[in-house]
């Protein structure tokens, strides 16, 4: 395990843009829930071949606490990963990556209802996020903007994204152990509250079982955008701490903007530049990075 916080949460950010990318190339190839499943089942095997001792000697300190682990993985895994492969239907890779940049911003209003005293330029910042979210999701139309018009895929992603910021937070008063472990409880837990979703895509007929292609997709996401950097993320937040490794997490919507041009072939329109920059200024300055810089 590498113990460079800049290099952990540079590697797990560039795997979660490519998850914006697989999550697009998976429609029509594997059904969203299905591969919600799939993913934290590949992740938790892996898991449990490389660590079944260790595991088996901190279940002592999970058992007490099984619910809070089960609730933090329903709202930073099942849930969000059902709503963001779902809403990869509905929009653009280039709207994913972006709309999902708004996670830090939400963390820090979490963290104010939590009682943490905002900044002026954090509250600055997070108007300007919102505004740069609202403008990805309505297209740059002001009608829209005005009458709140948002795409049904965006309004998914916004939703995820207030849940992932939930299991950041949480994440602080998770049980002491290695991060591997712990990641295999929360993988264990995705995986065995996935099943109903799966059980109802089979029931509609919505079930897609994965092809050639979908299953190089179901591969990737399970042993990269999950495993790898779920785990590199969670130590990455015993190095850093929550404040500054939030900070990488503004290069996601970087990453994935610019793999969506180069893999999906998708066209960059100004409206996409205007609210990538908003989104982008506005989390460094919630985040206080220009601050800190200054008196640096």
């Not at 954090?122 to 903007?145: E, P, R, Y």
Request: with cysteine; hydrophobic share 55%.
């Amino acid at each position: 395990m590498p113990t460079s916080a800049p290099l952990l949460l540079i590697v797990t950010t560039f795997f979660w843009g490519g998850n914006v990318v697989a999550g697009k190339l998976a429609v029509g190839d594997v059904s969203p829930l299905l591969l919600t499943f799939l993913r934290w089942f590949i992740s938790g095997s892996v898991l449990y071949a490389i660590s079944r001792h260790e595991i088996a000697v901190q279940w002592a300190q999970v058992k007490p606490r099984l619910l809070y682990v089960t609730i933090m993985a329903v709202l930073g895994f099942t849930a969000f990963n059902s709503m963001y492969y779902s809403a990869a239907a509905y929009t653009s890779g280039i709207n994913i990556a972006i709309i999902q940049g708004s996670t830090p911003v939400i963390v820090l209003i979490g963290a104010a209802l939590l009682g943490a005293r905002l900044k002026a330029a954090q509250i600055f910042g997070i108007l300007l996020t919102l505004i740069g979210v609202c403008f990805v999701a309505s297209k740059g139309d002001i009608a829209n903007l005005i009458g709140l018009k948002f795409n049904f895929g965006d309004l998914l992603l916004l939703t995820a994204s207030i849940l992932y910021a939930g299991y950041t937070l949480a994440l602080r008063r998770r049980p002491p152990m290695p991060a591997l472990v712990f990641f295999f409880f929360l993988a264990f837990a995705s995986a065995v509250t996935s099943i109903p979703g799966v059980i109802w895509e089979y029931a509609s007929g919505n079930l897609i079982w994965p092809d050639f292609k979908g299953a190089l997709i179901v591969l990737y996401v399970g042993l990269f955008p999950s495993l790898v950097c779920q785990v590199f993320y969670i130590r990455a937040l015993e190095i850093a701490g929550p404040a500054r490794a939030s900070a990488y997490y503004n290069l996601v919507p970087i990453f994935g903007t610019f793999l969506s041009i180069a893999l999906l072939g998708e066209r960059f329109f100004i409206s996409d530049a205007i609210a990538l920059g908003l989104v982008v200024a506005g989390i460094v300055l919630a985040e206080g990075l220009l601050t800190k810089k200054r008196a640096a």
